[in-house]
DNA sequence: CGCGCTCATGTAAACGATTGCCACGGCAAC
DNA sequence: GTTGCCGTGGCAATCGTTTACATGAGCGCG
């Protein structure tokens, strides 16, 4: 086993080295330089492991994962699905899971569904086809009747392969997910606000199609039921998730009853309906207090810095990551649950202290 | 489904349908079934192809792509590498370059190098040790001395392997890029202004350290000399690419020249400016216009809506993908500039007309 | 001195596709 | 009736790894 035979028959025709190069460069088999190279429990003694490290090092050589995946059946790859990676909630979501996933060394690929049922799809039999350890929805799932079907047998086959599933949303599918508490969320915003000395809390709610929206109103209700705050239909409006929505809620309100403050389903009608506040003559927060929740970019930036609950997207996908590694290396994963955090800025004030 | 046919040696301890499957059921030869699956150009009778496909339909059949990016050297995925994936910017970048290669069936890996050479350094290995067909860099290149070497490196040495390296932004490595044309964004802007009737426009540029900074500022000044407007340093105040920043740079501007409009190097000062402005008691933009450069998502819910120009990033994400794909199909592909567009709101007026 | 261990290494068979090459049957041309 | 080509299809090598199994050296111990 001489390490330095003359004219050794090293195929340098192709450029990318294999093991193989660094095998008979350090004068070991291939199968003893898989063995260093790979981290393998497999006994090699320390001055051969030099060897292969030191071959592997001046060729430069790179693995191929690809074929380290074909063999070992796990690609150390996993895909996620979001609506749109443009859309900042789905951007955080997105680094955290990739930032998690990353630290156990696995890549990430990522697919814009469009809300399209047919991509998305297409993108589980993509990501089916390369192979990947574990598929992320990031969003729920959507509501087409076939798309329920299929996507249903191809999470059954993707699993038969090994696959893990997590889901970051409600989701038609089963599997370990994590779960932004909705609920909770608009009861603690409705808590922080009677804290601040709020008694009579309006309420704009999304559209009542949305599963969403039925879980914050929900909260809301059940918290100022609780805390014995001024409660009933007339404290109740609706409109569509947009600033438009969120400013034709206004009026409705403020003709119904006299409220101190008004809690929005989401940021984006919170702000119109500052604005709207704002066009009627009332000052924001001294008049009338304004609370959003999800705390979107745009916020901090509104007519008046607005006050508002953080989803915490980047721990969703951080969670999601832990999930995914978990199910890999087969533990059960649980569901994990979690709470949103208030961001106090300017769109609501106190009132006079109780005592 | 239980195939019906009795005795067949299929093996079934494996769940996964492989080729050998289908074409055992197919009643051919892996060679044939693989040449049907894979649209080969070697011949195959239309009756042995549609045995071929349905018995891959009968199995729900999904071919391998990692077995056969093995054997083709080609795995069909490109690797792309943001500075932050849950910026916007590179959210759309991303989003376009994803729609792009999604049409050829390729698929996205993404990276997150927060800005860290090693991070990034890490990334560009990874990709290569998963064999990615093209590798993406939405981003500048960073400023670390040990960086562009090791960068340089990896780059050769991928492209060594076959693969492509497109660049969206300025870059060290050479190959083919899309630029956005900062210099003309800036001049356009100018340009815009001055048809509106301003003639004395005052300047907010960037941090002299970056080198958009630079540029911007050459594309006023280049458009304020031709258009014959109000020029000179006076003109020209510089901050952070900050609200604050933009806010300070208005006392100063305002100290030694009467402008009528004030033109930003991005929006967040943009925005800065106009709270200035408007706590200062002017009134935008009756008394001083206010225009941006980029079109972030708050510049439309900023205290007066700003006119601004748009970065087109999606687009830019396309163009990187057709980049991409002419580079691995073998074509020469030629750097792709990108112009801006102007996006009218609230935060420029007229001035009286010429007449 | 030989038995049985352990440790280190090598041999070769996978993994799941693609593809160069060969074989075979039929058919037209000579 | 050969010859040869064309249209099909199979055989087997190959891509770059990992890993079960075999091999062989060294060593302690009875």
Redesign the interface.
Not at 107 to 112: G, P, S, W
Not at 125 to 131: P, S, V
């Given at each position: 086993m001489l390490s330095k035979e003359p004219g050794s028959p090293l195929d340098e025709s192709k450029?990318?080295h294999s093991l193989r190069h660094v095998a008979q460069l350090a004068g070991v088999s291939v199968a003893t330089a898989s063995r260093v190279m790979s981290g393998s429990s497999h006994p090699v003694s320390e001055r051969t492991r030099q060897q292969v490290l030191s071959a592997a090092e001046s060729l430069?050589f790179?693995?191929?994962?690809?074929?380290r995946?074909?063999v070992t059946a796990r690609?150390h790859?996993v895909g996620v699905i979001v609506h749109?990676?443009?859309?900042?909630y789905?951007?955080?979501i997105?680094?955290g899971l990739?930032?998690g996933i990353?630290a156990e060394?696995y890549?990430?690929?990522?697919?814009?569904s469009d809300r399209d049922p047919e991509k998305e799809l297409n993108y589980v039999?993509?990501?089916?086809?390369?192979?990947v350890d574990a598929i992320v929805f990031a969003a729920s799932s959507l509501t087409d009747p076939d798309y329920a079907d299929t996507l249903q047998?191809l999470a059954t086959?993707f699993r038969?392969?090994g696959g893990a599933i997590v889901l970051l949303s409600d989701h038609l599918l089963e599997g370990p997910r994590v779960l932004f508490d909705n609920h909770r969320a608009a009861a603690d915003m409705v808590g922080y606000l009677a804290g601040r000395g709020h008694r009579r809390i309006g309420y704009i709610s999304g559209p009542p199609e949305l599963e969403v929206s039925h879980v914050r109103l929900a909260g809301f209700n059940a918290a100022v039921a609780e805390l014995g705050l001024g409660a009933g239909p007339e404290y109740i409006a609706d409109g569509k998730f947009t600033l438009e929505g969120g400013g034709a809620a206004i009026p409705k309100l403020l003709d119904r009853v006299d409220v101190t403050a008004v809690l929005a389903a989401n940021d984006l009608m919170a702000?119109g309906a500052t604005r709207q506040l704002l066009s009627m003559g009332f000052a924001v927060p001294d008049d009338i207090s304004v609370a959003g929740l999800d705390d979107i970019?745009?916020a901090e930036?509104?007519?008046v810095p607005l006050t508002t609950m953080r989803v915490p997207?980047?721990e969703i996908g951080r969670a999601g990551a832990s999930l995914v590694l978990q199910a890999l290396g087969d533990d059960v994963p649980a569901d994990i649950r979690l709470a949103g955090e208030i961001v106090v800025r300017e769109s609501v004030s106190s009132i006079g202290p109780p005592a």
């Open positions: 450029p990318p430069s790179v693995p191929n994962r690809l074929a995946a074909l690609s790859t749109d990676i443009s859309d900042p789905f951007g955080d997105v680094k990739e930032d990353h060394d890549q990430l690929f990522v697919a814009n039999r993509a990501f089916d086809a390369n192979q047998k086959r038969g392969r702000i970019p745009i930036y509104g007519p997207t980047y």
